[in-house]
């Protein structure tokens, strides 16, 4: 009965198109919805940065399933630890896409598609969201401009995803 | 002279109706009225979270009897301490039902009919309120989305319990 | 030159009347501007709770004559030390009501008649000023519902003169 | 997999002989064996003040039978609450005699009895142990000379808890 | 159940003699022992410091009866609250004579006397112990050399006492 | 190269006339400025209360000219040390005034004269500014009404100044 | 060029015998000596709890291998982050055993084979190094006696971490 | 992967003219912009003072360069150490201006040529701007009123700094 | 009744010789003892560095005269403020001579001759007492060898007399 | 006035023998000794780590004149700031070689006689000293077993110089 967050950074694998992308949210919101997993997904077509928030075990075979996915490649934890409170308690999976990374920006008909899920009834709120990070603010905790998880410290990653959590909460 | 705050979870007992929810709670703000007991109650017509503020023998005799009450089972402890102050002091008893547990919430008659108490003139509140909680705020503190009490650590009861008195105080 | 804040609880002796009270209030405002004391007295008609904040050793003189006034009897400490800082600075005697206790409020000419003191010309505001307290703001410190403040602690009546010293503040 | 630690204190019944002590630590040592709740059990012959350390529902359980144990009376919680580490991790009930308490003192050969257990062979320690509290000891967190764990705050209890596990740590 | 400290200054009347002081440490032991108040006295043939630490209603009626005490004049308190623990809870009234002050100084036979209370059995150490305090040990928290502890702060009476505890301990 | 803030009182020797303080204030504004100390000087007629911020050395050659003033009498030091950041950085020398004392209080034309310095012209704020202070504000750190800073502790001294500070940064 | 402290738990397979367990040990301290990589493994015939210690990228890689490695199954997570500095500097492999499970037990022999690498020459302590851990000192931070480290927290597992780190600095 | 921040005081070469302040600004911005390196320049035409966030080894490398450009004299280290996060991620080098001192001062069409620069398409914001600092903003941490950033203490030109990015910000 | 410490550097007149320096020990011991002021004196025949403890007032009197004395030049206050115990209650003038500084350092008959004083006869420590203190001793606090007390920040001058404070005690 | 200690990284140059790291030491011994500056210097043969200690200008001076030496290589700053004490008071150079290090381990003879140094008369230690660190003291603060200083933290290269300063102090 642990509640942890685990962040990690990985490399898309050459082959992903547009559609894998969603893909990607669409079954990351369908299995996270079904294990009460919440947390979010930031990509820019070339890496990701994932945050999963849920019970450990459920957690740890979330990553383990991530580890033998052959489209991601050089996965690197950042941050893991048991939590006190989620950051993402609203959204099975919020979406975050680099403003100049267009690939990986889900178009406003698919996340549509995607957000409107009619699952989970009595909450207004819908299971994944899309915003947006400009590379200032990925610069803020990082060494470089483009967007390249693996730079992260574990309190950097920590810092950005709490920024990222404020602007989800809008 | 000890003021305490004791936090439980419990499950309901299969034979409860609709009108074993109004007697429950119009029994508890009526003892607790009389006792100096404050808190709240949060059921969805299969768990209960419950909080009860007040003097050390007093929160423990109710707790005592709770034990032995047929309509609780699987009572559990889930935090239990001397506060220095009351989190609850408006309201005899109040009342916090799930979004989407039709069963649990009280139908606005009902609630008028307990929040009319009489009994107090100097207090223009009323002993009782009633507010709702979603799986999202719920989730916030726990491993899974269903309202299960027993997944809340000391910490994450104390947290929601906070959380929840912010929006009495609304 | 030991700036010092003392809490007490009394109870009020039984052949106390409505110009008693008066006169305890009058002469009470009209001592500690004499000897630059500060503080606030509560009291409901059958227990008092009083703060005095001034220089030590006038703070104890003060304490002393209490402990030997008729009036008052089973005297208690509640909490004493030395402050950086007065609470009450701006009121030689604050005086605070319980809403439910008709006969220690104070009729609004009585008071008026206390506040419009043309001793301290240069200080706009009275030498004293009247607030009302519900049974609810004692509660949240207390066992009981009713007013008895032999039930704070140290910590509960310095909790419930600073929620005091927010409302004198307005 | 919450680990917790509950402290409560209650009357002994007054039918109870020596040989009942006996049965209540001997059961004790049996059923925490065999649950893994460490613990330390301190009794005058009157009062009983006992800690009990293990998984939350296991816990809840033991304190829930003595709850309803004809033996104990006036049982009153005085601490409870999620704990990092055991105070008590080498034994499975502790015992605590008054110095000054004949009737509650285990005979020696009754304790190198409860003490010889077999049971858990890699385990040098026995599973309990016995050690004197004077009433200085217990004065020193009450208001009253006399063994009364009623009086106790839920800071004294945890204070004089760490005070006899320093003692038994030896 | 609240346990206080109370430390208090005050001036020996004129007429007091060497048998007054025995007089005054005997009844202070026997009240104390039968109160379950414990603390520490120290005089100097002209002031006193005391130390009283016990039930908060105990104290207060403790401190009442020394404010109407012909012998004590010029009573202040210097600190007072509740604690969650004893300094001094092996000694009903330890008592602290100034190295050069003859006429405070307990004879040896007396305070033989007064040490071998038979009344409590099970406790080794003596109601009562003498230890002697220097010009300087005071010095430290006093703007004078002379013992005058009308001069120590709330914060200063306290860290004095601390110093005189570590002494007491041994 | 250290920067520390000095608080100082003093009494106002018995000679001085109304342009005795317009002089003091005016060539406390001109040296400072010329030495970059900036402060405040708060006088009622009859004591003097001064903050003087600046280079170590340059502070106390100011304040050892100050003890060889015959215009200050009983200098006494309250407060003195090295601090990070200046709190009247924007005035040489802010002027305050008790509300009751005429005699200490600037003329407006005076003040004007004083603030309307083009000495520094690219700073839009005057190098000296007047605000008032009551014996309220004053009676919150002191144990006397009347205006008389021997009263202030060290903390007080710094505490008052931090209000005044906030009052003339408006 | 991040320092990372990663903690797991695992279920040794089945078909594992004694052998196997010296070659995991043999392999993980070749392997971490060469990669610079410190730390220590404790195991009991069924569980293994390890801690590796070392550069972000390289544990990673290692965590990874350990996942797909048959010879542990159910790995879980318990504990990861930066550090600052390690706690087994000193040991390429720690290697703990506890005190009742002869078979995860290292024989003398085998030990001091592995412990007599001679390959770095200026070192006088061995690559590995093995200590023995009783039930109750994994009890202390466990709800169970038996050795299961699924059942330790976060703070759990460091803390027993932390523990070792003790015996093994002797 | 060190993320650092430097602060250092440098003194003006004779020979600069309007131009090369021009120049050192905008070479800075296209370095800084290539090399991640983010910051602001404070200069009067006499000081610069001038703060590098960036990775180590690159700040190194640019730090290591400024020593050998003979427009800068008596270089002085203020502050260096690892931050989690930059005060200036959306400026490649933030120009801030004393208010008096017109040849440091950017002349705004220079300046918009400078913040025009479309390298970098995604950020809405320009690469640098200007801020105006003014003599009192200085001598709050300084202990002379003109600009000399030889002046500020470690702690003094943090705090500035942030003084700063927060108008920046504003 | 505030208890202050102060710490100032001067620079010893020109004119001084041995004799002067025992004077202005045993004039020194001979007031503080009178006045109730303790510290300690450090010289080495070119600067002094003075830690005086005592009553505000008192302290104030002191240096004032050390301020016009013209046995002391540049005379530079480095510490200052309200403490709640003194560092040197045991000596009324402890004496601190450098290693090297020959003409400094008093002669032991003429120490033996200062130490003797009959004036208190309760109290077995001489009035003062001489240690030596070396130049890595004082370079740890300063930027300079040179024993300069005026380089001591306010911090450096606590620390500093910390450490002789404990080379005093023993 | 600022008393700052700086910690950086660098690579020795190719053609350095034997010699040159007895006159790098010899000289910086001398220079160090001359301005003030302590510390300790780190060396293998192949990278040096060194700390200086001292006047903020002087330290600057030092480090632009290493950035220059073409015996130093790929410097980078590790850790700078003020400070309010020394670690390296008693040492004008400490050296510490690497145990495995044989080209940069000082001679006996060659340390004795620059220990030797018979400048400083009244300082009973000599001015540099000569300790050894194992791969394991590094590894501890380093993700490599190899001495490479460019590996190390901020808070690493403080925390390895604490480690090395306690063995200084020995």
Not at 49 to 63: D, K, S
Not at 100 to 109: I, L, N, Q, R
């Given at each position: ?17 547009y ?19 919440t ?17 450990r ?11 033998n ?14 939590v ?33 899920s ?53």
């Amino acid at each position: 009965m642990f509640l942890v967050r685990l962040i990690y950074a990985s490399t898309s694998a050459d082959f992903l198109n547009y559609s894998d992308y969603q893909k990607i949210l669409a079954v990351s919101i369908k299995n996270n919805s079904a294990s009460d997993i919440t947390g979010m997904l930031c990509c820019d077509g070339r890496y990701f940065l994932q945050c999963l928030e849920g019970e450990r075990q459920v957690v740890n075979r979330a990553y383990s399933r991530i580890l033998n996915d052959p489209r991601h490649q050089d996965i690197m934890l950042l941050s893991y630890g048991e939590v006190s409170s989620r950051h993402f308690s609203e959204w099975s999976m919020g979406y975050v896409a680099l403003s100049s990374s267009a690939s990986a920006e889900m178009k406003p008909d698919v996340l549509l598609h995607l957000l409107g899920s009619p699952e989970d009834v009595d909450k207004p709120k819908p299971n994944a969201v899309s915003i947006t990070i400009t590379h200032a603010q990925f610069l803020k905790y990082s060494i470089k401009r483009e967007f390249d998880p693996y730079l992260l410290s574990d309190a950097g990653s920590l810092a950005l995803l709490e920024d990222l959590a404020k602007v989800f909460a809008g």
